[in-house]
């Protein structure tokens, strides 16, 4: 099956199947739903409250906006034993589902899509986005989204003088130490993993010395590295900028931006089946609080890329049946879940279901060159920890389990 019939499918399955409520979108009469985001712990020690960090600022800079119609409903930030910071969904009732977060576009860092020759400055999109995101990050509290780069530092953006911020994926391979990274090259595909980090940072540092001398004196190569791996980890892709209309009118613009094919038959299922009896899904799912970048069918029109606040932060499982979509009448992005989106974990204050989104199909190589987990691995007892040294058992757990499954 072409890919553009791929698209069709798509968009003419979303709005009925693959969503709990089958109504569609936001109405624009609709009133605001009162913002709620209190974050939730485990534990009182530093390492959690160092994960934590820069949530109070976003919520407080989420919630402010509600006026211009960010929602979130029935979510919040939590610390999982197992995974680290994600996402919490605090109903039991499948009606709740639907419409968890709702993100404004003022709300949204995003470039064109497009390659550096393609590019008006001569530059790729993903350089151009991370230029973005360090600008935004150093004007503190200045910022129009001084919130959400406060969630990416845990808050080292509104401290004056700070330059240095924590990695947003601490267990990338980009940051193993040389012995570290040799616990790969006991297999051949180890071995061409770590030519691939190699060539990667060859190729960033090519993308850093390509910028003017003015943007390099505001941003080290550190800072310029940190931004791209929040971009390479963060960042989805999609067909929705054209909201003048273009072929295909308004349903043209109703895209998924993140939606495997495989969701669709859960999104039949779940339309039929709405309850949420075992709703729960066994502890199979891997650490991490990025978003993929998500490669979305061809077609005519604009094609950007973004990083979407709140949605960001639920965790990955492939399975999951998230739908995340842009609603043109709001302006605004739309994150809905299916059951099979909600993760069983279990600690000492009892059960809580985690959100979880889809990446999409990942390989293991693409999992730990940009976000440092694979499916499975446990990244438990890495909460307090952030040099090198601390973290050498979770990413030599990392690393024996990539070798078993990667010979």
Request: glycine share 8%; hydrophobic share 35%.
């Amino acid at each position: 099956m072409g890919s553009s019939r791929i698209h069709k499918i798509l968009l003419w399955l979303i709005p009925c199947a693959a969503l709990p409520n089958a109504s569609g979108f936001i109405s624009v009469n609709r009133p605001v739903t009162t913002i709620s985001l209190k974050s939730s712990t485990t534990s009182d020690d530093t390492g959690v409250s160092n994960l934590l960090g820069g949530v109070g600022d976003f919520e407080e800079w989420f919630s402010s906006n509600s006026s211009s119609g960010s929602q979130v409903n029935n979510v919040r930030h939590a610390i999982f034993n197992s995974m680290g910071r994600g996402l919490q969904f605090t109903s039991t009732k499948s009606s709740d589902l639907s419409k968890v977060a709702v993100v404004p576009r003022k709300l949204v860092l995003n470039v064109p899509f497009s390659d550096k020759e393609d590019s008006p400055n001569g530059l790729s999109w993903d350089t151009n986005l991370s230029c973005k995101l360090w600008e935004e990050c150093q004007k503190g509290k200045d910022s129009v989204v001084y919130g959400y780069c406060s969630l990416l530092t845990r808050g080292a953006n509104l401290q004056p003088g700070v330059t240095t911020y924590p990695y947003t994926a601490a267990d990338a391979l980009r940051h193993w130490s040389p012995s570290q990274k040799s616990y790969l090259e006991r297999s051949d595909k180890g071995k061409k993993l770590l030519e691939v980090e190699r060539k990667q940072q060859e190729e960033w540092r090519e993308k850093y010395d390509s910028l003017s001398t003015k943007k390099k004196d505001k941003m080290t190569y550190e800072n310029f590295q940190w931004a791209m791996e929040a971009v390479h980890s963060r960042a989805f892709r999609g067909d929705f900028g054209a909201l003048d209309g273009g072929e295909g009118g308004t349903l043209r613009k109703i895209a998924s931006l993140l939606l495997p094919i495989s969701a669709l038959a859960f999104g039949i299922i779940y339309a039929s089946d709405p309850s949420m009896d075992q709703y729960f899904l066994p502890l199979s799912i891997a650490a991490a609080t990025p978003v993929a970048l998500t490669i979305f069918a061809d077609q005519k029109g604009s094609k950007e890329a973004v990083m979407l606040p709140l949605i960001d932060s639920a965790n990955h499982l492939q399975e999951a049946d998230s739908v995340i979509e842009f609603d043109p009448i709001v302006d605004a992005f739309v994150l809905s879940l299916g059951r099979k989106c909600l993760v069983k974990d279990v600690d000492d204050t009892g059960e809580r279901a985690q959100v979880c989104i889809s990446y999409g199909i990942r390989k293991d190589s693409e999992l730990l060159l940009n976000y440092g987990f694979l499916r499975g691995v446990s990244v438990e007892g890495s909460q307090n920890v952030d040099g090198n040294e601390s973290r050498d058992e979770v990413r030599r757990r990392l690393a024996d389990e990539f070798v078993i499954r990667n010979p």
